[in-house]
Every structure is written in structure tokens, then in C-alpha cells.
């Protein structure tokens, strides 16, 4: 397997655009996790889904930041106003749940670094 | 609300030699699991070596080893004959057992350098 693909690698954009980040989860993973890394705050969750149904976006920062997953091998992030804070590097992991009720390993993407000027 | 503690944010080590990375954690919760990823300036996240609390074992992945006291609530990762492509950022991280709870709660990680 080609592993956690993500697209962008690297984003650069002006202040108020749309940004659309994008990812494509291991074949066969039920659950997809998007991460932002930043200096200031290390890596935190900003949202994850299991079986394409959003689970718990308690760390999705504000409403400019959305988050879909329309089927089991694809899922955006999308900010929609940019500000230069939200620049960072995003990770996008998978992970499948086994047959005896434990979690398997998360797998992480590349990650998409965004600039935001 | 469960928490990651790395308090040393850099180490450094000779090749060849042993290092002890530090790592507590907070829970409420007596089955989880707990991990260890590096992370290379090439920002790739990697498992390095993973512990499931209810084994008292500690686990062991060639030259990386852990040392786990759940009652302390600690989790050590040990390097042993350090390689250069060892320095990377190394990152702790805990997670409930699955089900809805199923998300990795990080440290703010230790940068590693290794000296040749």
C-alpha cells in the first residue's frame, strides 16, 4: 500500500483565501484523524472520523475550519477564511480497529505545510 | 481530561551510547495504550514502539526498549548504540482503547541530537 497520501505537500496563500487541504487514508482503515502541528502548541487533534462520520471535532479551532470525509478513501480540510495563524503542518493519519475491540497503530501522512501570508 | 508530560525538550547523545527519553502521563483509565513516534526532519511521523497497559511486559523493538510503571504513571523510551539516524524529534503518546474514544493525546516531544 502507497501509505497516508496527502495533497498539497506545501501550501502558500494570502490572507483570506480558501485553502483546501486533502487525503487519502489507507485502504481498509475505518477511522481518518486530521493534526495540526505548530511550535507554540505541539500536535493537537483537530478532528476524526470512523466510518466517514465525524466523531468528535472538539478541536477544530473555530468556524473557519471545516472538515469531510464523503467516502471511506478521501477526506478535505478546508479553512475558509485563512489567517496567518493558522499557519502549521496538518497531518492526516488512518487506523482500523481490530477484531478484539483494540485500536491498531495510526499511520500519519506526509503532512501539508501551510503558509498563510 | 487525559495529559502527556515531556519535560526535557532537548537531549543530546554520543553515538554508539544509551539514551533515556522521559514521558509521564495523566488518565483516569486503567486500559490504554501508550506510544512513542519520531519524527525526522523529513516531518514523517513513525511508530517507534508501542505498550498496551494492561501488559506488565515492558515492550521491546530491536535497540528501543521502554520502561513502563503504570502506577507512576511514567513511560521511558530507551535507545540503545544510538545512531545518527536516530536525532529526530521524539514524541509520547497516549490513547484510550478503542471504540469513540480512539484519538492520540501527544507531548510536546524532545528533539534528539545525536554526536558522531
Known amino acids: 500500500d502507497a501509505g497516508v497520501i496527502q495533497s498539497p505537500r506545501h501550501e502558500v496563500t494570502e490572507m483570506g483565501q480558501e485553502v483546501t487541504l486533502r487525503c487519502k487514508p489507507i485502504?481498509?482503515?475505518?477511522?481518518l484523524f486530521w493534526y495540526r502541528q505548530t511550535m507554540m502548541r505541539g500536535l493537537e487533534l483537530l478532528i476524526y472520523?470512523?466510518?466517514?462520520?465525524?466523531?468528535?471535532d472538539s478541536g477544530m479551532p473555530e468556524d473557519r475550519f471545516s472538515a469531510k470525509m464523503p467516502n471511506a478513501s478521501f477526506s478535505t480540510l478546508k479553512i475558509q477564511p485563512s489567517e496567518p495563524r493558522d499557519s502549521a503542518v496538518y497531518f492526516c493519519?488512518?487506523?482500523?480497529?481490530?477484531?478484539?475491540?483494540?485500536?491498531?497503530?495510526?499511520?500519519f501522512g506526509p503532512g501539508t505545510r501551510l503558509t498563510v501570508l | 481530561a487525559q495529559t502527556v508530560t515531556q519535560s526535557q525538550p532537548e537531549m543530546s547523545v554520543q553515538e554508539a551510547e544509551t539514551v533515556t527519553l522521559s514521558c509521564t502521563y495523566d488518565?483516569?483509565?486503567?486500559?490504554?495504550?501508550l506510544f512513542w513516534y519520531k519524527q525526522p526532519p523529513s516531518r514523517q511521523m513513525i511508530l517507534v514502539i508501542r505498550?498496551?497497559?494492561?501488559?506488565?511486559q515492558n515492550a521491546t523493538e530491536n535497540r528501543f526498549s521502554v520502561n513502563f510503571q503504570k502506577a507512576a504513571k511514567s513511560f521511558s523510551l530507551k535507545i540503545s548504540d544510538s545512531q545518527l539516524g536516530d536525532a529526530a524529534m521524539y514524541f509520547c503518546?497516549?490513547?484510550?482503547?478503542?471504540?469513540?474514544?480512539?484519538?492520540?493525546?501527544f507531548g510536546k516531544g524532545i528533539t534528539l541530537s545525536v554526536r558522531p
Open positions: 493519519a488512518s487506523s482500523f480497529e481490530l477484531a478484539d475491540g483494540f485500536g491498531g497503530e495510526q499511520f
Open positions: 485502504s481498509g482503515h475505518d477511522y
Open positions: 472520523f470512523n466510518n466517514n462520520v465525524p466523531i468528535d
Open positions: 505498550q498496551e497497559a494492561y501488559k506488565q
Open positions: 503518546a497516549y490513547r484510550v482503547l478503542g471504540g469513540a474514544n480512539s484519538k492520540l493525546t
Open positions: 488518565t483516569s483509565e486503567s486500559d490504554y495504550y
